[in-house]
């Protein structure tokens, strides 16, 4: 039960620019706070040092660089020096990215969520002992609110101490037992038990919006975990209904507001049900994500329309988060000039004008521009409701004739959109994130045959070697301005070891598949918990932390554990090795009560519980065309299939004894039990196919 200290209130004053040490952060988000007049602090020995020297409450504002809320705070409040007078006397201030610290936000955001029934967001402000146990958190707050908080927090530290260590200590203890429950009531793994994954699948259906599209609320976010599960769940029962889903989520995000029209790639969430305003920031993990997403329907249904998403959507990437280096960048701010979605949206005379008269009623129609906006300001947000070809046939148009129509006026619009002041782009790589979009490129690959996409997989991959990974497999988080820092976190070696198994799937090059096997190793010795069965998020030697959480529930992102349960799934394939299959199975007895009650928000762990229900083939292709067959196989969606070989070497325990003489054979094989072997691909295929 926690103590509830603070209110809200008044005051005033403006700003005055100073220089205070963010100026030396390497994160960009931290650098835009260089000017304020606040004494901020990075998180660290310093910081900390100083609060128990003073015996000053730690103020810890945690946001992002494309966070809108975050730089209205920023603005408004941090730059005005009546407020910076106030933080800079009472408590010691901590600047953090929660890009770059994720560890940090999850502790303190777990707080604001206990304090809040749930509650939480960005910019997130916690106020925490001089430990770092929390014992109050908010989000967003007015200069005025914020003021009398402060007032009210400083005089209770000072006047309401015991108070104060009571409330920190019970929500230090709650953020625990949270984690705690969490293994309490395992249940058996549902390895084999097809009647359970059915089940997972009816929950799922009864969380999700079946006419709209996404899981049901007032906002939504993409959550491809989720319809990765239910293209799974097709794939291996046959259910059309899962099918039907999935794909009419996909279909509604592509053609609403979340999706950039002109200029391809997705907004992080939508504000409404209908998938129409978006927030607009554009997050790397999501489009990655999403990529790979569209690239697996594309695969199952061969419709045109996926594929055109995603390869918009990695011209995007392309375009806008491709270092020169070979990284990816993290986002796109929402916001220019403190407007946000300014970049994006239109006044109806400015798009009449640009896309000419002649084109103007029937494109407006299609992207529902009106004379009086269809957002604020007067503004409108481009969306659609129906796929062109659907729309031209609707309005007694030639779909040829409406399809020209419409290439010549996006080309138009993009063009004149680029002569407006762009978004700020978060130039820092971080390594989960750009394990997801190695992946998805790959995923790209597989899907299209596209050699440039495989191109920019092994750029990445060999960026990521040499910048981010040791010898020995420890991994940096973060590289910015050809610098690499922070300890790397549970989603970084988890997304880059399956990132590097899908590479080495995907070219049988061994290197890739033993770099997944160092990185997987290293987190094993000091991620790894054996008394619950699961991965820390943090390292053993992880400094200045009052929790180690553990991380099992889908997010915006997949949970770290269940990405790193399927790693070991995988490696225990590839290498014969019991030992990570065993500790894959845990994992999965652990999550399994959890996926039971709420499978949308465990999906990664249910498309793990598919593939140990019905199992995987291994497919083994072996010969001087082995890496011809293995693309043409891989072209077709085969959530259930793990690939391996070699044009001349027998390299691996599934592979011995499997290399003929002048030609190339395919093995399907099942828990190393091979059908007969065939040199086709379509017998192959045959020999894979579930319904």
């Not at 598919?610 to 077709?636: D, P």
């Amino acid at each position: 039960m926690f103590l509830f200290l603070f209110v809200s209130g008044c005051t005033n004053l403006q700003k005055k620019q100073t220089q205070n040490r963010l100026q030396h952060a390497s994160s960009p988000y931290l650098k835009e706070h260089a000017d304020n007049p606040v004494d901020w602090y990075e998180w660290g020995d310093e910081a900390l040092a100083k609060a128990k020297q003073e015996n000053k409450p730690l103020l810890i504002s945690i946001g992002y660089a494309s966070c809108h809320w975050c730089h209205v705070m920023e603005r408004e409040t941090f730059m005005d020096t009546a407020v910076a007078r106030v933080m800079n006397e009472s408590f010691v201030c901590i600047k953090v990215d929660r890009e770059e610290r994720p560890d940090l936000d999850n502790i303190y955001m777990h707080a604001c969520q206990l304090l809040n029934k749930g509650e939480a967001g960005w910019p997130l402000n916690a106020f925490a002992l001089p430990d770092g146990k929390p014992f109050f958190a908010g989000t967003y707050y007015t200069k005025e609110t914020w003021l009398t908080l402060l007032q009210q927090i400083s005089d209770s530290y000072k006047n309401k101490y015991s108070k104060v260590v009571l409330q920190a200590n019970s929500l230090t203890y709650g953020i625990i037992d949270s984690d705690s429950l969490l293994f309490k009531n395992i249940t058996t793994a549902d390895r084999g038990n097809k009647a359970g994954y059915q089940a997972m699948f009816q929950t799922a259906i009864d969380q999700i919006d079946l006419v709209n599209g996404g899981l049901q609320g007032k906002q939504k976010f993409p959550t491809p975990s989720v319809w990765e599960f239910l293209l799974q769940y097709h794939y291996l029962t046959g259910d059309t209904t899962a099918l039907k889903t999935a794909t009419t989520t996909l279909e509604k995000m592509a053609l609403g507001g979340l999706y950039d029209h002109l200029g391809g790639g997705f907004a992080r969430y939508s504000t409404d049900s209908l998938w129409r305003v978006p927030h607009f920031e554009k997050m790397l993990y999501d489009n990655g994500q999403l990529i790979s997403l569209y690239a697996h329907a594309y695969q199952l249904t061969n419709d045109e329309f996926y594929k055109t998403v995603f390869t918009e959507t990695i011209d995007f990437i392309d375009r806008e988060l491709t270092s020169p280096a070979g990284g990816f960048y993290s986002s796109l701010n929402a916001e220019t000039d403190g407007d946000e979605g300014a970049f994006y949206a239109w006044n109806h005379d400015e798009f009449v004008k640009t896309t000419g008269k002649e084109n103007a009623a029937s494109i407006a129609t299609y992207y529902h521009v009106q004379p009086e906006g269809n957002w604020e300001k007067k503004r409108n947000i481009l969306y659609t409701t129906q796929r062109p070809a659907t729309f031209a046939v609707s309005n007694k148009i030639t779909i040829s004739d409406f399809s020209s129509q419409l290439n010549k006026t996006r080309q138009a619009l993009f063009a004149e959109r680029n002569k407006r002041k762009k978004p700020a782009v978060d130039d820092k790589i971080l390594t989960s994130w750009n394990a997801i979009m190695l992946k998805a490129y790959l995923d790209a690959f597989a899907a299209t045959g596209n050699e440039t996409y495989l191109q920019k997989a092994t750029t990445n991959a060999e960026f990521l070697e040499k910048n981010m990974l040791g010898k020995d497999g420890r991994l940096l988080r973060s590289y910015k301005d050809g610098k690499a820092s922070v300890d790397a976190f549970l989603d970084d070696y988890a997304w880059l070891a399956s990132a590097y198994l899908k590479l080495y799937q995907v070219t049988f090059n061994k290197h890739w598949l033993m770099q997944a096997k160092l990185i997987t190793d290293y987190s094993l010795g000091h991620f790894y918990d054996p008394s619950s069965g699961m991965f820390f998020y943090t390292a053993t030697n992880a400094a200045n932390l009052v929790v180690r959480k553990i991380d099992i529930q889908d997010h915006v992102i997949p949970s770290s554990n269940a990405v790193m349960a399927g790693v070991l799934y995988s490696l225990a394939t590839f290498l014969s090795d019991s030992n990570y299959l065993n500790k894959s199975t845990r994992m999965l007895t652990v999550a399994a009560g959890k996926m039971n009650e709420q499978p949308a928000w465990y999906a990664q762990w249910c498309s793990l519980s598919g593939l140990m229900t019905y199992g995987t083939f291994e497919v083994a292709v072996m010969g001087s065309e082995a890496q011809t067959r293995n693309r043409e196989l891989q072209k077709k969606y085969l959530p259930d299939c793990l690939f391996m070989g070699s044009t001349n070497e027998e390299n691996l325990p599934l592979l011995q004894d499997k290399l003929p003489a002048n030609k190339t054979i395919i093995y399907v094989c099942t828990n190393a039990t091979c059908k007969l072997p065939v040199e086709s691909v379509a017998k192959a295929w045959n020999q894979i196919k579930r319904n």
